[in-house]
């Protein structure tokens, strides 16, 4: 399997599952400057009606959850393709406007960047070296952003990633890989007397030894060490160091020249505030990309880890994530068509049965959306997301996390 696809897929299921997408056929090209760079601009502006801004429980009775957002982003991506090298600079602005008075302390503003580095001296399963940079900063609100799963309310988070990889392929059958990478996850308003909210700092080092028998099989032992320092502990009786290991097995490569997928298992071990607590289970990474036509792709990802609960004190959770998407191109590529299913689970375990009972969370949504290219230049879309969130230990949170919500979005694209 290509190195930057099995290192870039790892870093995507770390962080979340992801909407499926398209080839656009029709699309801006961007600016060219000279003979290898590319400038893209992009402005869009839209309306989302929202259903639930507060993520208020079943139980609530307040009859203004529901509001209007107006939301302005532009953002800006830079290309560049060398002859062994090439790299990417994106960056964004948000600015997200409600319209009741009693929700106007929740406009914010986001930014953010993301920078991509790929180097290799070789193409394909030739000899040679590889390696990928990456580094990324997110200022967001969580309070409504649509690709977070059951984002925490009123905690704006700040999120700087680092991460970087080297693979050497001995042959066309053996390759090996070294990566390492740092999260520094914080959120701002973490006190805040709606609830308080745990982030942190997770270092990661892994290893990926792989033997391709054939061009269509590529078996992998994979393994990683991961280290944890949690903030919001201040004054408490409990360490905010954690860490754990996992090691995983399985195949990867392509089955046809239309479908490629990677599938790992195995075992994690969780050590939670210095041994307080262990949790060891069965853990999995999977990936799926069925390419059915020219205008049709489908893709599936799965993923499941430990680490530090960021909503509970005290407390460790299993994170189970599966997205399954399908994309469609119509009306001579002008038209797209994208839908995706994802499903959350987090088991959250206690450090002490008397702090409080353990519980599990389900968040279910489901997304679908159209974007139709009028010219080169303009475009609209709309989409409509439902999410779902089930406690399966209600009675012992007060039904905090049950709650139904919609939320509808149209708005206008400039790009170039």
Request: hydrophobic share 35%; proline share 2%.
């Amino acid at each position: 399997m290509k190195f930057s696809k099995v290192f870039l897929f790892s870093a995507i299921c770390a962080s979340a599952c992801q909407v499926v997408v398209a080839e656009v056929l029709d699309r801006p090209s961007g600016i060219k400057i000279g003979e290898r760079m590319t400038l893209r601009p992009y402005v869009s502006t839209s309306i989302t009606y929202d259903s639930n801004v507060d993520a208020n429980s079943g139980r609530s009775t307040d009859s203004d959850k529901d509001d209007f957002l107006w939301t302005i982003s532009p953002s800006l991506w830079l290309n560049y393709n060398a002859e062994s090298w090439s790299a990417s600079l994106s960056g964004f602005y948000n600015y997200r406007q409600y319209f009741k008075r009693c929700h106007r302390n929740y406009n914010r503003h986001e930014y953010g960047e993301d920078f991509h580095w790929n180097w290799a001296n070789s193409t394909g399963a030739e000899k040679g070296w590889s390696l990928i940079l990456g580094q990324s900063f997110h200022q967001i609100t969580m309070a409504d952003d649509m690709l977070v799963d059951a984002g925490p309310y009123n905690a704006d988070a700040r999120q700087l990633q680092v991460a970087g990889a080297i693979q050497r392929r001995f042959n066309e059958h053996w390759h090996a890989d070294i990566n390492a990478s740092y999260y520094w996850l914080d959120y701002e308003n973490d006190t805040s007397a709606q609830r308080a909210f745990y982030g942190w700092d997770r270092w990661n080092v892994g290893t990926e030894l792989g033997f391709a028998p054939s061009r269509w099989t590529d078996i992998i032992l994979s393994g990683a060490y991961m280290g944890y320092s949690q903030d919001n502990m201040d004054g408490s009786t409990y360490s905010g160091d954690s860490d754990g290991f996992s090691v995983q097995a399985g195949l990867g490569s392509y089955m046809t020249e239309r479908i490629s997928y990677r599938v790992l298992a195995g075992w994690s071990r969780f050590s939670y505030a210095d041994d307080l607590t262990t949790d060891d289970g069965f853990v999995y990474t999977v990936s799926g990309n069925w390419k059915i036509g020219e205008t049709w792709n489908t893709m599936l990802l799965a993923t499941s880890y430990y680490q530090p609960s960021e909503r509970q004190y005290a407390s460790s959770s299993r994170i189970d994530a599966i997205s399954w998407g399908i994309a469609k191109l119509m009306v001579r590529g002008k038209l797209r068509a994208t839908f995706d299913i994802r499903y959350r689970r987090e088991t959250h375990d206690y450090a002490r049965a008397n702090l409080s009972p353990d519980y599990i969370l389900n968040i279910w949504t489901g997304r679908l959306g159209l974007d139709y290219s009028i010219c080169r230049l303009l475009s609209v879309f709309t989409y409509a997301e439902y999410q779902k969130s089930m406690n399966d230990e209600s009675r012992n949170c007060n039904g905090a996390y049950d709650y139904d919500r919609w939320r509808i979005t149209a708005g206008v694209k400039l790009s170039y």
